[in-house]
């Protein structure tokens, strides 16, 4: 590994645009369970009834009391050494003027609270929740303490502001997201199954745009032949050593 992390930083060195794009994997270490491993939450729970539109009508205490539970996990959740060193990579990099993006599939803060600045969340955030009518959005914290679920003023059910199975993901987020997979030199994937589109789409349109692309996994993706650094490994063990790496080579 430790050739294949000081190669990668050689490739990092006169790079302009470097991205990361997160998933669950990199939140394992900070105790938030992912969701296709074998103790993931699809093998507890329906994905269809808890991570979908219909589901949300359907039940909408049942679903709601399972988002409020999960955000009270995420606020207490500390980013680990992976999300750490990502944010430390972006204060590096962009001290020497380099362009650095985190885009993340999770939607746990976690990446902001270890001070990273430029994260896209293309799944929106366990932070957050919205009026499906008027659109009025609100801080978790302001909704989950009354009864569930939790109703505008205006009347409309309000729902957690994050993207369920078969919802188009956030204009805006995505965009960025498309623009960074089109612009970028070196394209980092960590903690991703790589299996949920179109998120999981960024990674071949960066590599088709001439990016470097590097997975950092514990286990082998739909991904890894398709790239040109395998950092088998775990993200809060990985990254803090690419980090190692880079800040001797710049
Ligand atoms: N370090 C690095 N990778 C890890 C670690 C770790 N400590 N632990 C697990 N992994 C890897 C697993 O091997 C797997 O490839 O993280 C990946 C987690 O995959 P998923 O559970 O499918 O999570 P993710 O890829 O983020 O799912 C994408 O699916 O259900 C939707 O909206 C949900 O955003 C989520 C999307």
Redesign the pocket.
């Known amino acids: 590994m430790e050739q294949e992390l000081r190669s990668l930083a050689e490739k990092i060195k006169p790079s302009k645009v470097i991205v990361v794009l997160t998933?669950?994997?990199?939140s394992?270490?900070s105790g938030i369970p992912?969701?296709?491993?074998k103790d993931?939450l699809?093998s507890q729970y329906d994905?269809e009834r808890f991570?979908s539109l219909d589901g949300l009508l359907a039940d909408p205490r049942r679903v709601w009391e399972w988002y409020r539970d999960r955000y009270l996990e995420a606020k207490r959740a500390q980013p680990n050494p992976g999300h750490k060193a990502l944010a430390e990579i972006e204060a590096l990099l962009r001290n020497r003027g380099k362009d650095f993006a985190i885009i993340t599939?999770?939607i746990d803060g976690l990446h902001q609270k270890a001070g990273s600045e430029n994260v896209i969340e293309i799944?929106g955030s366990l932070y957050r929740a919205k009026c499906m009518e008027c659109g009025k959005t609100y801080a978790m914290d302001d909704v989950i303490n009354g009864s569930l679920p939790p109703y505008c003023e205006c009347g409309g059910l309000i729902r957690p502001d994050v993207?369920f199975f078969g919802e188009p993901l956030p204009e805006r987020e995505m965009e960025m997201a498309i623009y960074y997979a089109q612009n970028a030199d070196v394209f980092i994937t960590?903690?991703?199954?790589?299996?949920?589109y179109p998120?999981a789409s960024l990674p071949y349109i960066a590599k088709d745009a001439g990016a470097v692309l590097v997975e950092?996994?514990?286990?082998d993706?739909p991904l890894t032949p398709l790239c040109d650094f395998v950092l088998r490994g775990?993200?809060?063990e990985v990254l803090p050593r690419l980090y190692d790496e880079i800040k001797n080579s710049i």
């Open positions: 998933g669950a994997g990199a394992k270490e992912t969701f296709r491993d993931g699809w994905m991570a599939q999770n799944h993207v960590a903690g991703t199954s790589a299996v949920v998120a950092v996994n514990v286990e993706t775990r993200f809060g």
